[in-house]
C-alpha cells in the first residue's frame, strides 16, 4: 500500500509569485527613477513589466491581449527610441494605476468574489467574512479602490498630456490651445500621486473602524502585520488561513 505523495500541496506552498515580484520590482524602480530622475530606471521599469506580462499574454492565446501588449511596448518604449525617455517615465504611473484598477474592477463582475472579501478571508478567515456587514462593505470597498485607481490614471494621463512645458503633446510639437502648469509634472507622479493613495488608505482604515463599529477589530498594527504575513498567499491567489 502507498501512501499519497505530498508534492503537489508543498509546490503550491512554495510556489515563487514571480509575476507579483516583478509589478512590485517594477513600481519601486519607477519611483526611484522619478526621484531621482534617472531615466534609465524608468527604461529598467519598463522593459522588466513588458517582459514579466509577456509569458502571461502569451499563454492565453488572446488577439486583444496581445494587441494591449504591443500597445503598452509602444507607449513605453518609442518615446525612448525618440530621444524623449521622459516620456516613458510619465506612461509608467497610467499603466500602473490602469492595473490596479483593473485588477479591483474585474472581480465586481457577477459571480465574482470582490478582491477585498479574498483579502479578508484569506487573512481574517472565513469567520470575520461572515460578520454582520462585513462582505457588503468589501464589495464597496472594492468599488471605491477600483473608482480612485481609475479616476487617478485618467488624471496621471491627463497631465502627461497636456502639461507644458514637458508634456507628450508639448515635446512632440503639437500646438495646445490651453494646458496644465508644468509644477503637476514635478509634483504629482512622484509625490502627489503616492499621498493620495496613503491618505486614502487611512481614511478607509478609519471609515471602517467607525462603519462597522459594532463588530471587533484588530489593531493597526496587527492589521499590517497579518498582511504582511499572509502577502504571499495573497500573490499566489490561494485561499484560506492555513
Known sequence: MSATPANPVRHAATR????????????????????????ALSLAAALLLLFAWLPRVWRRHSM?????????????????????????????????LVAAAWLFARTLRRGEE???ARFIRVI???????????????????????????????????????????????????ALPAGLPGWLLAWYPEVGCWLVLVAAFAGEYLFRRWYLRDIPHPS??????QIARRWPALMRGEDGTA
Open 114 to 116: 470582490p478582491l477585498i
Open 220 to 225: 493597526a498594527r496587527r492589521f499590517v502585520t
Open 16 to 39: 515563487v509569485p514571480w509575476f507579483g515580484l516583478a509589478l512590485v520590482a517594477c513600481a519601486a524602480l519607477a519611483l526611484i527613477g522619478g526621484l531621482t530622475q534617472r531615466h
Open 124 to 174: 481574517e478567515g472565513d469567520a470575520r467574512l461572515a460578520l454582520p456587514g462585513v462582505h457588503g462593505y468589501a464589495r464597496g470597498v472594492t468599488l471605491f479602490w477600483a473608482l480612485l485607481l481609475g479616476a487617478m490614471a485618467c488624471l496621471s494621463l491627463a497631465i502627461a498630456l497636456l502639461v507644458r512645458p514637458g508634456g507628450w503633446l508639448a515635446t512632440l510639437g503639437v
Open 64 to 96: 486583444v491581449a496581445l494587441a494591449v501588449w504591443l500597445g503598452l511596448a509602444a507607449l513605453l518604449l518609442v518615446p525612448a527610441g525618440m530621444g524623449n525617455p521622459e516620456l516613458a517615465l510619465m506612461a509608467l504611473p497610467v499603466v500602473f
